[in-house]
């Protein structure tokens, strides 16, 4: 199995700064695609940023805010946010997705991370 620990939501005012962190762990072999998606309260969740093979991708309303990056050795990715706004405010969920040590494919989701932009 492989479980994924996210870290890093928060209380911060519109136009602050947050880092989230998601840890992956258990019997990896390897990890293909790591991202980041949101879910607002009463809407769906949404995708915000994936990685893999050093290509990103982003949603367009994050596009020059948020930035993905991944640390391979670490088994670990993260989602660098700036310039926050009240409209960002949603649980943040990290999903990853690979091949475990038995060479069966993966795709985990973390339990999610709190993220307010509020004043």
């Known amino acids: 199995q492989v479980q994924l620990v996210e870290s890093g939501g928060g209380l911060v005012q519109p136009g602050g700064s947050l880092r989230l962190s998601c840890a992956a762990s258990g019997s990896i072999f390897s990890i293909n695609a790591m991202g980041w998606y949101r879910q607002a309260p009463g809407r769906q969740r949404v995708l915000v940023a994936t990685?893999?093979?050093?290509?990103?991708n982003y949603a367009d309303s994050v596009k020059g805010r948020f930035t993905i990056s991944r640390d391979n050795a670490k088994n670990t990715v993260y989602l660098q946010m700036n310039s926050l706004k009240p409209e960002d405010t949603a649980v943040y969920y990290c999903q990853a997705s690979g091949r475990t040590t038995m060479l069966e494919p993966f795709l985990s989701w973390g339990q999610g991370t709190q993220v307010t932009v509020s004043s």
């Open positions: 990685i893999t093979s050093g290509r990103t």
